[in-house]
């Protein structure tokens, strides 16, 4: 027999034996049954009751309590300036002063001009006294008295004119030492000493603002402004620790500030109403013109449910859990959320306290799965109020739970 031949029976015999072996063995595993996979251990977390503060978050404007224009009254050559520019000035402190010698002047002439109108006047006054004695012995006539009645008249006139006069000078020449109206910080000088100032207007020189308190006026929309007032939670003169301001830096201002104005309406264009409340600024930390966010609480939800916020979902805008069902499965339910505090979000509809839903490992689960729950306490809360106005910012929460799920 040719070696060709032998080789190939000895392949197929081969085959034939290992054939026979898989399928004996595949007998044996048919005779065995599969094993019965239970319900997969999950963690869950349990919707819990707390008490939740609504806390609205709104630009303001820092503005001076007091802001006084420092003006030239008078004109003249502006001589000297006695500050230094930035620094905090006293009521009364000296300012500027613009050259004086025009209404030392003016002022000399008045008084000169009263002192002769004076003096008339007291010739007048002893002639109109002599001439009523005449008149009474009946050696003037009528006539001539009151001839002199009326010189006496009119050099009265005249000196009361020539007061006024001297008044004037002296008030203009009061008018060149220019003083601090207010205690409080003076900004830059608009005119440099040797300039002329004040004539035919009234020449700003410096700006004057203090800085001890300081106003922060922001504006809320009308349905926070409701909850707040029917919760007594924005009133005037309210006490510390309802408003809290964070600067630009990020940073939570070191003092509370209170509710000082609530303005009469509301503005018809933008739906919303001007609040001005009032801050210590003992430090001098503050400044007019400043911007920051004002953190004011505008509801108490007492006994709220809620659920961590990484545990919800969204899909185009409509908001689910995936909670447990009383038989074990998972399934996906809708909710309505409020605001968002601290990692939690108030859960106004959809589900109740001590409902189980999952908060972590969205990706692994979907609906009808059915699991075996281990129910963990609930993450002591980190991070900050929720964004400006108090609503959830939803791209933020996507995000961190799609980080979580990974």
Sequence with gaps: MPKSAIHRAFCFTSILLLSLLVAGCSGDDATKAPAAAGPTPLKVIKAASKDMPYWGEFIGQINAVETVDVRARVAGFLLKKNFNEGRQVKKGELLFV?????????????????????????????????????????VVSRDEFEGYQTEFAT??????????????????????????????VIGRVQV???????????TLLATISTVDPVYVNFS?????????????????????????????????YEYDGKYDMIDRAIDSRTGTLGIRVIFPNPDKLLRPGQYAKVRVLIEM??????????????????????MVGEDG??????????????????????????????????RRVKAGMEIKPIV??????????ASMGGQPDEKKQDATSEEKDG
Excluded: C, W
Aim: glycine fraction near 10%; hydrophobic fraction near 35%.
């Design 376 to 385: 963990v306490p609930m993450e002591k809360p980190q991070g900050q109020p």
């Design 329 to 362: 499965k998972i399934v996906s339910q809708p909710v309505k959320l409020g605001f968002e505090l601290k990692g939690l979000t108030v859960v106004e509809e959809g589900l109740k306290v001590g409902d189980m839903v999952i908060a972590d490992g969205l």
């Design 155 to 184: 050099y009265q006139a005249k000196v009361n004119e020539s007061k006024a006069q001297m008044e004037n000078a002296r008030l203009q020449l009061g008018y060149t030492n220019i003083y601090s109206p207010i205690d409080g």
């Design 301 to 322: 939800v007492e006994n709220a449910v809620v659920i961590p916020v990484r545990g919800v979902m969204d899909v185009q805008g409509m908001k689910s859990v995936y």
């Design 192 to 202: 440099d000493v040797g300039n002329l100032v004040g004539q035919g207007e009234n």
């Design 220 to 252: 809320v929309s009308e349905g926070d402004y409701l909850r707040a007032k029917r919760q007594r939670l924005i009133q005037e003169n309210q006490d510390h620790g309802k408003v809290k301001l964070i600067l630009a830096d990020s940073s939570d």
């Design 98 to 138: 613009i050259d004086p010698k025009t209404f030392q002047e003016d002022l000399k002439q008045a008084q000169s001009s009263l002192a002769y109108n004076q003096a008339l006047m007291n010739k007048a006054e002893k002639d109109f006294e002599r001439f009523g004695t005449l008149l009474d012995e009946g």
